[in-house]
């Protein structure tokens, strides 16, 4: 019988330029980046938040020491600007298998941020949390995040019909990678490609 995942207790990550800090109440004044977040087009459809209160979607996402979520701000660290966000959870925590996600603001896209946040926060849970196997979904139309994906070293491995309804209203197709605690690191780890 596999043993249950001792669970998430988030800790700041430095990546030396970006840092990912577990959300909380001491990170209530990123609400406003919060909202951002929620209001931007490509967000709103490929990664809807459906909460609408921002202060409650940042404390929602803070785990509380039950173990469940790391939800992780992810900070531009010389200006402590609101980049985005990285998040972990269990469907299935007594067998260790993880999922992640995340969102950025427009202005983050394209520098690489996704890949060394959503690479850092899942090398933590394999480290620290008990992680067996972390899952990676997007709609098959989200080709940034096949490409995110892929750098992390999540291999695809299949496609997910009608999986998932998007911002749009529709079911969309998903791409389910994944990654187990002991694959390599990705060649070009950390690397904007």
Do not use: K
Request: glycine letters at 12%; a negative charge; hydrophobic letters at 45%.
């Amino acid at each position: 019988m596999t043993p249950t995942a001792p669970g998430f207790a988030p800790v700041p990550l430095d990546l030396g330029d970006v840092l990912l800090l577990p959300w909380g109440a001491g990170l209530l004044r990123y609400a406003p980046g919060v909202a951002r977040i929620t209001a931007d087009e490509e967000v709103a459809l490929w990664n809807p938040i459906r909460e609408t209160d921002p202060e409650a979607w940042i404390l929602g996402h803070a785990d509380g020491g039950s173990g469940d979520v790391a939800g992780f701000a992810v900070l531009d660290a010389a200006t402590a600007a609101l980049l985005g966000t990285v998040g972990l959870y269990w469907p299935n925590r007594a067998d260790g298998q993880a999922a992640i996600g995340y969102r950025l603001l427009p202005e983050a896209r394209g520098r690489g941020v996704a890949t060394r946040g959503t690479a850092a926060a899942a090398r933590w849970a394999f480290a620290t949390a008990g992680a067996r196997r972390i899952e990676l979904c997007h709609a098959v139309g989200n080709t940034a995040s096949c490409r995110v994906a892929d750098r992390c070293g999540f291999p695809l491995e299949g496609t997910l019909r009608a999986s998932h309804r998007y911002g749009d209203g529709r079911h969309h197709d998903e791409h389910l990678h994944a990654r187990l605690a002991g694959d390599p690191e990705p060649v070009a780890f950390g690397a904007a490609r």
